[in-house]
């Protein structure tokens, strides 16, 4: 019985190169008005880092799935 609940394709995370901010989009960001599970497509391409303010979303880089092994 495999009762697995993460999903291989959903839940990527994008890393700001500059402070280290990660936008998850299983979690959203509901401070910047993204609710949990609101896809990286679905964030606006003039979107500014949510901590540092300095990059911008072209900027932010994909993170592995952490599914090594």
Known sequence: MNTSTSGATSGARYQC???G???DEQKGD???GFAPG???AQVPEDWA???C???DKADFVKLDDGAAG
Do not use: L, N
Request: glycine content about 6%; overall charge negative; aromatic content about 16%.
């Open 21 to 23: 901010y990660v936008y």
């Open 49 to 51: 880092c949510a901590d």
């Open 17 to 19: 190169p500059g402070c």
């Open 30 to 32: 509901e401070h910047e």
């Open 38 to 40: 609101t896809p990286w």
């Open 53 to 55: 303010a300095v990059r």
